[in-house]
Nanobody, 121 residues
Framework: VQLVESGGGLVQAGGSLRVSCAASGRTFSRFIMGWFRQAPGKEREFVAAIRWSGGRTYYADSVKGRFTISKDNAKNTVYLQMNSLKPEDTAVYYC???????????????WGQGTQVTVSS
């Protein structure tokens, strides 16, 4: 499966941004899609995930209530709506696909190239 992220950019603290992940190359009904992020000098961390079938969602505590993950099955696209952004949300955001939910990046076997999100204070 191929994943292509888009929609990153620069935003002021308190603002909003939506990043997208377009998927292609496989059927997705049994897949789970996740968003991870990596800030400079830090490990890549889980942000949110969603099941293609059923739409169950998962969030890291640090983004719960501020970020919303959603999907458009017809477009094979997953979105991450980010509200009330903070400077500590600054990172490269990666889309990933896996066969089952996990908090760990090692369970996801397909990755996009990443999109930069910068939140200024």
């Amino acid at each position: 499966v191929q994943l292509v992220e888009s929609g990153g950019g620069l935003v002021q603290a308190g603002g909003s941004l939506r990043v997208s992940c377009a998927a292609s190359g496989r059927t997705f009904s049994r897949f789970i899609m996740g968003w991870f992020r990596q800030a400079p000098g830090k490990e890549r961390e889980f942000v949110a995930a969603i099941r293609w079938s059923g739409g169950r969602t998962y969030y890291a505590d640090s983004v719960k209530g501020r970020f919303t993950i959603s999907k458009d099955n017809a477009k094979n696209t997953v979105y991450l709506q980010m509200n009330s952004l903070k400077p500590e949300d600054t990172a490269v955001y990666y889309c990933a696909a896996g066969d089952q939910f996990s908090w760990s990046r090692t369970e996801y076997d397909s990755w996009g190239q990443g999109t930069q999100v910068t939140v200024s204070s």
